[in-house]
Every structure is written in C-alpha cells, then in structure tokens.
C-alpha cells in the first residue's frame, strides 16, 4: 500500500521546455489535488479533480494544464515552463470518513526553473 | 477574501517545555479546519480535522482546538521527535480551495 506517489522527485527545466508531473494513488480516493509550496509561503492550490473526467481551477492555475486519466491518476503539465514555476509540487487525495475530511499528500516534486 | 495566519513562525521548546500554536482563520464559512506536520523534504501529514467552534482532538503529546476564529494546536511535554513544521489549513464551504497558512517551524532541544 503505497498511499500517494509522485513522479520524478527532482526536475531540472529550461526555460520554456514542457513536462509532466505523474501522480498516482492506490487509496480508492475520488478527490486528487495538486499544489505548490514557495518559501515563507502556505501551500495553493492549481487545479483540484472531484472525481474521474472533472477537473477544477484553484487558486493559482495559469501556466498548468491538468489531466484525470482514470480513479488512480492526476498529471500536472507544463506547457512552456517559467522561471516563476520553481517549486514544490505537491499531489494530494482526499476522502470523508466518519462525517470528516482527511487529505494524504505525497512526497512531491521539486521543480526548478532555468 | 480566504486567508490563514498562522503564528509564531518558529518556535524553539527545550524538551518538557509546553506551549501553542496559533492558527487564525478568515474563510466565508468553514467547512473544515485541519493541521498537518510537514517534515524537511517530506509531504505534510495529516493530523486533525476540526468542525465546529469547542471541538478538540488529540493525538499523544498534541491537542487541537477551534473557535470561531483561531484553532490552537497545544503540545504538551514535547519531544525532540516533535521537531516540525506544522501547518493550518481552512476549507471554505462555497469551494474545494483549501487556504494553507505558511507553517510554524517547531524546534524541540533535548
């Protein structure tokens, strides 16, 4: 039981080059987040999937496209990376149990931006 | 507008040492507030859920609590396994968009 992956750990990009950020879940979860942490700063949300085929914004999308393949899987991509996209990529799951909320993280992405 | 405050940023505790966390939230209805420990390098882990304003949870040497407009994360005779960075975070009732506070950095000396 692997609880929440990510895939790569580390990325190195230049400027204006794409990638794709994998995550994956064995959980059952239906809800898969993707966020970023920046020093000095909370974590935020670029884009939230309540279920297969339905994705949301969040509160700092521009720059990323998302894709919920199945129950299992959240990609995030960059289509023409940026300097300002340096940071922690985060993919969390969530579920209700009991009435409340619990959210599972993975071990996220460090992304720098060239 | 949704924000989180969380305070101090860093807090250094000798071992036994009790003290809190503040967490101060503005949300347009609060669906839920959690904490998470994040450990350097790691992804946050999930500690509580909070409801309603008087709910508290603990969890071994930590409690939280909730009003209407702070949760407390109490720890009571640290550890220097306790040495993290927690985090608050609040989830409004009209969005999915959890707001995350920046974290305080907790350091528990032997």
């Known amino acids: 039981n692997a609880g929440v992956t990510q895939t790569p750990k580390f990325q190195v990009l230049k400027t204006g080059q794409s990638m794709t950020l994998q995550c994956a879940q064995d959980?059952?979860?239906?809800?898969m987040y993707w966020y970023r942490q920046d020093p000095g700063m909370g974590l935020r949300l670029i884009y939230y999937?309540?279920?297969?085929?339905?994705?949301d914004k969040g509160e700092v999308p521009n720059g990323y496209n998302v894709s919920r393949l199945n129950k299992r899987e959240f990609s995030l991509r960059l289509e023409s990376a940026a300097p300002s996209q340096t940071s922690v990529y985060f993919c969390?799951?969530?579920?209700?149990?009991?009435?409340?909320?619990?959210?599972?993280f993975g071990p996220g992405t460090r992304l720098t931006v060239t | 507008e949704d924000q989180v405050t969380q305070s101090p940023e860093a807090l250094r505790l000798q071992e036994g040492e009790s003290s809190s966390l503040n967490c101060s939230y503005t949300v347009s209805g609060l669906r839920g507030l959690f904490w998470y420990r994040q450990d350097p390098g790691k992804g946050p882990e999930f500690l509580f859920t909070?409801?309603?304003a008087g709910e508290e949870k603990e969890k071994e040497r930590l409690k939280a609590t909730l009003t209407k407009k702070e949760s407390f994360l109490h720890i009571t005779a640290p550890k220097p396994e306790d040495s993290a960075t927690y985090l608050c975070?609040?989830?409004?009732?009209?969005?999915?968009?959890?707001?995350f506070g920046a974290g305080t950095r907790l350091t528990v000396k032997p």
């Open positions: 975070a609040a989830l409004p009732y009209n969005n999915n968009d959890m707001r």
């Open positions: 909070l409801y309603s």
């Open positions: 969390a799951t969530s579920i209700r149990r009991g009435g409340y909320y619990e959210q599972y």
């Open positions: 999937s309540a279920s297969e085929g339905t994705t």
């Open positions: 959980m059952n979860h239906n809800s």
